[in-house]
């Protein structure tokens, strides 16, 4: 597949995929295309440019129907406790294995996303987050993004 083919199907993917997560208007749509076409034009630069570097595309492409899997988990999982009436909120933080202010930063947008938890704060190895439902599968949930982030970038666990 040429450059051009790759670029055009690079920022096709993302604006679907951001117009699956953000819903559409003409606003949406035009935002939407220029951070596509400004990711592919990146993406691709690194993949064309020869040079070995970290990032892994096939293992970030294997990324996104795990993130769709864990959001409807998540969603599944606020509504239970929602009608249930288990609701507990809690502020705590979450041991991670590294350091890397990419990775921890990549964690926390991909909490923020999850409906009922937003990242607050990250220090050292920590990852502080607020939860409606702060359980052993929420904080597995955030283990599972960080292992699989850890593997896209590059880094042995």
């Known amino acids: 597949m040429n450059e051009t083919m790759s ?16 819903g559409y208007d003409m606003q949406i749509f035009v935002f939407g295309l220029i951070v596509s076409l400004i990711t592919a034009g990146i993406v691709l630069k690194i993949v064309y440019s020869g040079k070995p570097h970290k990032f892994n595309f096939v293992k970030f492409l294997m990324f996104i129907p795990l993130y769709f899997i864990e959001l409807l988990k998540a969603i599944g999982y606020m509504i239970y ?4 009436k288990r609701i507990q909120p809690n502020i705590k933080g979450i041991k991670l294995r ?23 704060d990250s ?29 896209m970038m590059g880094v042995k666990e």
């Open 81 to 84: 406790f929602i009608f249930s």
């Open 7 to 22: 670029f055009l199907m690079l920022t096709l993917l993302g604006l679907i995929f951001w117009l699956l997560l953000s």
């Open 123 to 151: 220090k050292d190895k920590f990852l502080v987050s607020h939860s409606i439902v702060f359980d052993q599968n929420y904080v597995n949930g955030v283990k599972k993004f960080e292992s699989h982030f850890l593997r």
């Open 98 to 120: 590294t350091n890397s202010d990419t990775i921890k930063d990549c964690i926390a947008f991909s909490i923020t996303n999850l409906p009922g938890s937003v990242a607050i």
